[in-house]
């Protein structure tokens, strides 16, 4: 079977209600629902900067064959003094999933990133079950730096999280 088309673009007011449901529908973003969000600031970020700031940003995931938007792609600075990085999280609606897009659309995130912003560093953080979300990073690129003991508050009780990064010089897989 030959590889779906992704490729992304900015987000567009139409695009907000994909953003409002991963607010406001228990378990639709996956693992990283963590109760009920104001799906009124979705608007209000939009109105601010289209979901493209300095500090951090959105691109809508579009795929072929007729590039629906099947989901987004997000970073957010990382860092310590002027060692400024990027960490990425990627959410695709569940009709799109398990299709190659997502380790696809995060090593293009890789590539974005490293190509218009100096960074050395791309972090993602993930869950200790989300296999298809630890595969996609191995394949986009990543490498497993370790287990990030009692990381997050979610569904009753403290967490560990699994943190994988990307440097510079590593190999893309595009
Ligand atoms: C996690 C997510 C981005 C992965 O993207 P995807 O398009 O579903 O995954 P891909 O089709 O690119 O698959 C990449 C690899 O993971 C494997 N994989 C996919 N789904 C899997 C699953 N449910 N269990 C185990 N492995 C899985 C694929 O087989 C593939 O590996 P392979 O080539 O060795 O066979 C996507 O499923 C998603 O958006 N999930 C909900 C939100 C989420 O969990 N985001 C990450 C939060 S940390």
């Given at each position: 079977m030959a590889d779906i088309?992704?490729?992304?673009?900015?987000?567009?007011?139409?695009?907000?209600?994909m953003f409002r449901r991963f607010?406001?529908?228990?378990?639709?973003?996956?693992?990283?629902?963590?109760?009920?969000?104001?799906?009124?600031?979705?608007?209000?970020?939009?109105?601010?900067?289209?979901?493209l700031s300095a500090e951090d940003g959105r691109l809508m995931v579009e795929?072929?064959?007729?590039?629906?938007?099947?989901?987004?792609?997000s970073w957010r600075v990382v860092g310590y003094g002027v060692a400024k990085g990027w960490e990425i999280g990627i959410a695709l609606l569940p009709e799109w999933r398990g299709r190659g897009i997502g380790w696809?659309?995060?090593?293009?995130?890789?590539?974005y990133?490293?190509?218009?912003?100096?960074?050395?560093?791309?972090?993602a953080g993930t869950h200790p079950e989300n296999l298809a979300e630890q595969r996609s990073l191995e394949k986009a690129g990543f490498r497993l730096e370790g287990v990030i003991r009692a990381a997050e508050?979610?569904?009753?009780?403290?967490?560990?999280?699994?943190?994988?990064s990307r440097l510079r010089d590593d190999p893309s897989p595009l």
């Open positions: 088309e992704v490729r992304f673009r900015p987000v567009v007011e139409a695009d907000l209600a607010a406001v529908e228990p378990g639709l973003i996956g693992l990283d629902w963590v109760g009920y969000k104001d799906p009124g600031a979705v608007s209000r970020r939009f109105a601010t900067d289209s979901y795929a072929g064959p007729d590039f629906d938007a099947a989901g987004l792609v696809r659309a995060q090593a293009m995130l890789c590539d990133l490293f190509e218009h912003t100096p960074a050395q560093r791309i972090q508050w979610r569904a009753g009780r403290w967490r560990d999280g699994h943190l994988y």
